[in-house]
Nanobody, 121 residues
Framework: QVQLVESGGGLVQAGGSLRLSCAASGRTVSTYAMGWFRQAPGKEREFVVTINWTGRTIYYADSVKGRFTISRDYAKNTVYLQMNSLKPEDTAVYYC??????????????WGQGTQVIVSS
């Protein structure tokens, strides 16, 4: 069983940056694809980005392409999401997930508790 814990969220002004971390424990996630999803108040949880187990294939949602960067550190069993040029519409709870390389939340079996990101205008 893998446990995921996100951190790094907070309040930032539009145009600013944040780096989210997702630390895995319980077992290694090195053979899993990892993903980030987000959920704004009153909205469905939506796909942000996914990275395959090798780290060589990455798929971003159009809304974050060119602004967000996902990376993984196998030694630390951790995945990162670098978020630059943040916009108010990026405000959401961000969730880390482990599973299959996909943009569908149904394909991820392990989820963190989420970390809040608020972008002020």
């Amino acid at each position: 069983q893998v446990q995921l814990v996100e951190s790094g969220g907070g309040l930032v002004q539009a145009g600013g940056s944040l780096r989210l971390s997702c630390a895995a424990s319980g077992r290694t996630v090195s053979t899993y694809a990892m993903g980030w999803f987000r959920q704004a108040p009153g909205k469905e949880r939506e796909f942000v980005v996914t990275i395959n187990w090798t780290g060589r294939t990455i798929y971003y949602a159009d809304s974050v392409k060119g602004r967000f960067t996902i990376s993984r550190d196998y030694a630390k069993n951790t995945v990162y999401l670098q978020m630059n040029s943040l916009k108010p519409e990026d405000t959401a709870v961000y969730y880390c997930a482990a599973g299959s390389f996909s943009h569908r939340k149904e394909d991820f079996g392990a989820w963190g508790q989420g970390t809040q990101v608020i972008v002020s205008s």
